[in-house]
């Protein structure tokens, strides 16, 4: 997927997709299982009833962000840096998330 989206990126005839990206989440429920995915900040929770009246949250996913640790070493590993920025820590000093589909810029980290 993410490098589709690249390759509409580069046909696009003008300049204004280069900076375009999105973050998804996926889950794939079945009557056996439920597989979950993401890719970014985008965050997936499920509820659960124990009674009519207490409802649970789980969160089924991790934010991919920059002020992670371990997402912090996945950007350097890769030959990027993360900087604070305004309170915001961000990759390359631009993108807060540390994972997306699109992004060309940041593409290699």
């Known amino acids: ?10 046909s696009s005839p003008v300049d204004t997709m280069d900076q375009s990206g999105t973050t998804v989440s996926i889950v794939y429920l079945t ?8 890719v970014g900040d985008s965050r997936t929770i499920m509820s659960t009833m124990s009674s009519p009246k207490k409802v649970h949250s789980i969160q089924l996913t991790k934010d991919h962000v920059a002020s992670d640790i371990e997402e912090k070493k996945q950007v350097e590993s890769r030959g990027g ?10 990759v390359n000093g631009t993108l807060a998330i540390t994972r997306s589909i699109g992004d060309a810029a940041l593409s290699p980290v």
Not at 5 to 10: D, H, T, Y
Not at 31 to 38: C, E, G, K, P, T
């Open 1 to 10: 997927v993410h490098e589709n989206f690249l390759n509409i990126v580069a």
């Open 31 to 38: 009557h056996d299982f439920v597989v979950v995915s993401s």
């Open 81 to 90: 840096f993360v900087s604070a920025k305004g309170g915001t820590h961000r």
